[in-house]
């Protein structure tokens, strides 16, 4: 009859608008104005190309090789994120919406839809599509459009030191001078945390609050200066008679934990170019411990830019560790987080100088540590 016929009509519209949106399923969570907002555990995402003359977020020049992202549904209009292939890493502003959630169920994966130079910088093709399978680390930064240098990579950003200089320590954003403007800000586009890498391929520091921004449960996964610093500690060379000499002077000289806590307080708010590990160890250093202390990167076989390598240090050097808990310390002590995951000075009274960022007189009591202490 005429009413069955409407009534199977209704059915197979209803089950066809429930098979449509099952169809428009994210890999995980729920697929929201068509697009998906979910986070992979790993921070690992199929790379996949576009070029759109009209943007979501704000104006866009049209130039398919500027160095830009999609994906605001995950990580905001305006954000910096940075995507990596091992130490190989591009900073890209989040422009527009998409990919639709449609790319990602039939992918089975997070997709990051980026430039035609993003595809470039890591393929040499300027086409790539979620088939493609090209996997890039993608985290967003604290950073946003307004904290970029004025200009290109390749133009004005190259002009002010970008890419020229051999460690973070003198790259243009964390030196005054002539370019003192930059300081603080980051460059758009190819760019590295590993300071090594970034030295020999003539590349600028991506920024330096990367390593927050990871669980500590994901730190296998990291693209990291700090976990960067593990294959230079890995591959430093030991100094046997060196080790000898800088043991015996750790031992015999006197450390001075107000000295260190002195220098932290005058010293947490800047240079925001030292990681955690190396804010901390240059402390201690005004304290009196690392004697001679040239390269923290080696210093006699530790890089004490990395937080293992700095505990590693501490305890050969007669430092005596605690069991884990949610300690305090005592002024001049040194709180180890999460498995070597963060360090930071203490100052007493429960609280800390800490980088990075930096956070100066913060509490102490906001995870899981072990005390350090001489």
Known sequence: SKMTLNNLFVVLSVVAALFSNSALACVSGSCKNGM????????QYYLTSFCDKEVACGSF????????AADYSRFGCNSII?????????????????????????AHKQVVDASYSTCKH??????????????????????????????????ESKLQGYGVATDAT???????????????????????????????????????????????????QRVTTEEEQKYVAEKVVKAPVAVQVAVKANETLGYS??????????????HSEWLCAEFVARALNQGGM?????DYGNYNGYNLRYVPDLHRALVHYGWSASSSGQWCGSAGQVLIYNGDEHAALAIGNCLLDQHNPARCGSGAQWGSNIVLKP
């Open 122 to 155: 890591f393929t040499g093709s300027t086409s790539c599509g979620w088939s493609d399978k090209i996997t890039v680390t993608c985290k967003k930064t604290s950073y946003t459009g307004e904290d970029l240098i004025p200009g290109s990579f390749e133009s």
């Open 257 to 270: 934990p107000n000295a260190a806590v002195s220098w932290g307080n005058s010293y947490c708010g800047s």
């Open 36 to 43: 998906c907002s979910d986070i992979p555990s790993n921070n």
């Open 290 to 294: 690392f004697p001679g202390v040239t």
């Open 170 to 220: 003198k790259h243009a954003s964390a030196t005054t001078g002539t370019v003192s403007a930059y300081r603080g800000l980051i460059p758009i586009g190819p760019c590295s945390y590993n300071g090594t890498y970034a030295a020999e391929n003539n590349r600028p520091i991506c920024g330096y609050d990367y390593d927050l921004h990871f669980e500590p449960d994901l730190s296998a």
């Open 82 to 106: 940075s995507c990596c292939k091992g130490s190989d890493c591009l900073n890209l502003k989040v422009i527009d919406g998409g990919p639709g959630c449609s790319v990602e169920d039939s």
């Open 61 to 68: 020049s049209g130039n398919c090789n500027e160095y830009y």
